[in-house]
């Protein structure tokens, strides 16, 4: 008999990020093992802060997207930088949950998306049985990460947070971290507790190297979220440009202030590209010659999934993040490393990376690597196997 498996998570398709990105997989990976997949997750409305059109005047939404029954529910969307206004869109998600946890049969087996800790919480909450499989899927240590981001203050919110944490892992009977440092860290809470590490693979056939002219000028690029953790608009300004082109390709909440830094500097090699679905992107970034993977501040348990993802198009890579990212760098050969925060080693190593060096052969190797070492269906089968 196939297992049935309730997925609960804040983000997912058509919304774009590592996030939706991260859980549609899972859905996906699990349903092609033979499980059956229901997901729950609020009307689409990330990073817009706005229900997608498609969705609009909608209270809920029940689609079959690939064998996956979705079920969109109510939220107050909102992308406020006022901490009130995203507290209530939390809450709205989560009474939305409540309300169908009390008209729904609810599998034995859920795995549980955190952050958001709030969401995470009304679910372990309500969902706590002795013959429930409760599986928490920790993509980022909260309020750690809200800390050294800046976003939060060690204050009485901050030790509210930290309890909700911990009950949270508390209640879970499988914890997966995409990091052996989220590990450790919840091993140094509850030594006794069952873990599992679950990277962000990425699951798309590994697509052929093909040999592109080298024009001597470094191509750079990076793709995805504008937000504030990834500091695009800082690295806008703080870039030695001498020999190199940046190209961007994503959005969030400094597109604005990175599209006037570039009209207001026309004579600087920066080129703004947009958003462009997953698909389309991948074709994009064969054409460059590094993509870069920086952090405005390193956080403790954060590995960023385009590592891998990376990996597989045969990209090299610049990291400027810190933490456990770096020693996946190193360890695999995927390209350079520049210390987290520190502007003027990165354009220092910037400076010994020249176009013609980067040769259709090593992008090969990285690509080998990353077919070998970092294979979502071997994970997949493991991670089977454990539920």
Known sequence: MNKTVLIITSYFPPEIGAASNRIFQLAEGLHNANCNVTVLTPLPNYPTGKIFDDYKGKFTHQSQENGITVNRLWVYASNSKNKLLRLIAMLSYSFSLIWFFMWHKIPKTVIIQSPPLLVAFTSMLFLRKKNRNLILNVSDLWPIAGFELGALKKNFSYKLLEKIERFNYKKASIILGQSEEILTHVTSLYPDKTTFLYRNFPEFKAPIIEHHSESGTLKIVYAGLLGIAQGIYKLCNELDYSGLEFHIYGSGA??????????????????????????????????????????????????????????????????????????????????????????????????????????????????????????????????????
């Open 254 to 387: 400094e597109q604005n202030k990175i599209e006037a830094f570039i009209s207001q500097h026309p004579e600087l090699p920066i080129f703004f590209h947009g958003r462009v679905t997953r698909e389309a992107l991948h074709q994009v970034l064969m054409a460059y010659d590094v993509a870069i993977i920086p952090l405005l501040n390193r956080i403790y348990g954060s590995v960023p999934s385009k590592i891998f993802e990376y990996a597989h198009l045969g990209l090299p890579m610049l990291y400027f993040g810190g933490g456990e990212g770096e020693t996946i760098i190193a360890k695999h050969h995927l390209g350079w490393i520049a210390e987290a925060g520190n502007y003027e080693h990165l354009n220092t190593v910037i400076s010994t990376i020249k176009a013609e060096h980067i040769s259709e052969e090593r992008k090969k190797m990285i690509q080998k690597e990353a077919v070998s070492n970092f294979s979502f269906k071997a994970q997949m089968n493991r991670f089977k196997q454990l539920i």
